[in-house]
Each structure stands twice: as C-alpha cells, then as structure tokens.
C-alpha cells in the first residue's frame, strides 16, 4: 500500500505545477501562481522554451512565509541547485531545471522579460519533493 500512496503523491506533485505556457508578447513581468510547498523539502522547476525571437526572459522564484507573499523575497543562490536562467533569442527549444530547497511555505515563479518587440514561448513545471529515506521491501535486495 505504500507503493500507491507514493503513486499518488507523485502524480498529485507534478499537477502542482506553475503556469504551464506562457507566451510572452511584451516588456514585463508574467507573475506565476502562488503555490504552498509547506509540505515539502524541495521544489524542482522545470523549464522548456519555444522560439525565442528576442529580449532578455530572466527566471525568478520568490518564497515567503505569507500565503499571499507580503513577505516574499527572491529565493538565495545558496538555496538553489543549479541555477535560474535567463532565455535569449539564441536558446530556442531549450530545456533547463533547477531545484529550489525550500525554507519558506509559499513559492511563486516569475518570468522578467526586457527588451522584447515579439517575444517567444517558456513553458515551466514544477515538482514538490521530499527528502527521505529509501524504502526497503521484504525479500528485495
């Protein structure tokens, strides 16, 4: 039965995703979706680009305690496996990750673009991970 619960959770972690397409026309913030990830230890931010014919699209994660994020601060770089990227027009069909640790309940993803008269396509997902131990069943080694 732990089998299915992890199943489950699994499935349930990746449908908490953030924004899934975003196709960005103009200079400007597209401000993602609120998530609460008090549940658990790290979030892993999946991002994915379409053609990217110009600007500057800068990836920025926001954490907070508040569920509306009146306290939200950009997350740390020390709290990042990884790095968050910024997508120019030469990264068309790129894919790129970075885990956040989360200290914080509330994560948000932003995408910052300057620069842009037409713009391009990022699409993000995002995965609640928890920290822990492998589970070991009778009779397997």
Wanted: net charge negative; hydrophobic share 45%; charged share 15%.
């Amino acid at each position: 039965m732990k089998m299915l619960g992890s199943l489950f959770k699994d499935l349930l972690n990746v449908l908490l995703g953030t924004s899934p397409i975003n196709a960005i026309t103009g200079n400007g913030t597209i401000t993602g979706t609120i998530i609460n990830v008090s549940t658990g230890d790290l979030f892993l931010l999946e991002l994915m680009t379409g053609t990217i014919t110009d600007g500057s699209h800068e990836i920025q994660v926001w954490i907070g305690d508040d569920p509306a994020l009146a306290d939200g601060v950009e997350v740390d770089a020390s709290d990042l496996n990884g790095s968050l990227p910024t997508f120019v027009a030469a990264n068309d069909d790129k894919v790129a990750s970075c885990e956040v640790i989360l200290r914080r309940a509330y994560l948000r993803v932003d995408i910052v673009s300057t620069g842009v008269t037409t713009g391009g396509t990022i699409a993000m997902m995002g995965k609640l991970r928890e920290l822990s131990v492998p589970v070991t069943q009778p009779g397997l080694t």
